[in-house]
């Protein structure tokens, strides 16, 4: 499975990418939206993309899942934040799934098989009470 892993934390990219390899799934880290769409704009779509919803100056995680989903439109897509949804946020869409931070990576590593083996993905908030952990 091929994962395009969007995350502005170095430390945090690498770790989830050292991860996910070991679990044998092949990642492809990024630090921002901008150069995931040249990867994507140039034909290398992934199964997955997980981005972190904040990343910094220009386009954010929201942003590129749009623009992503409208170049190929059954791109799974994980959104990963350390702050929970609020009305500021649109709505998850179909083939969305988020997952807060701090996670274990296996968790995101289960997330994303879940998300790769599905044709048709609902959306899915986490609840405000459950582990962060154990969201999808």
């Known amino acids: 499975m091929r994962v395009l892993l969007i995350e502005d934390d170095a430390l945090v990219r690498s770790v989830l990418s050292e991860t996910l390899e070991a679990d044998g799934i092949e990642v492809e880290g990024l630090s ?29 995680g929201f942003d590129l899942a749009d623009i992503a989903r409208s170049r190929h439109p059954d791109v799974e897509v994980i959104l990963i934040s350390g702050t ?19 996670f274990h990576p296996a968790a995101l590593a289960a997330v ?5 083996g599905s044709a048709a993905a609902e959306p899915s ?12």
Do not use: C, Y
């Open 32 to 60: 921002n939206a901008e150069d995931a769409l040249i990867l994507l704009g140039a034909g290398q779509v992934p199964d997955v993309l997980v981005s972190d919803v904040n990343l910094g100056e220009g386009l954010n």
């Open 84 to 102: 929970m949804p609020d009305a500021e946020w649109r709505p998850l869409r179909q083939h969305e799934r988020f997952l807060r931070k701090p």
């Open 112 to 116: 994303i098989r879940e998300a790769g």
């Open 125 to 136: 908030w986490p609840d405000r009470d459950e582990d962060p952990g154990t969201q999808r």
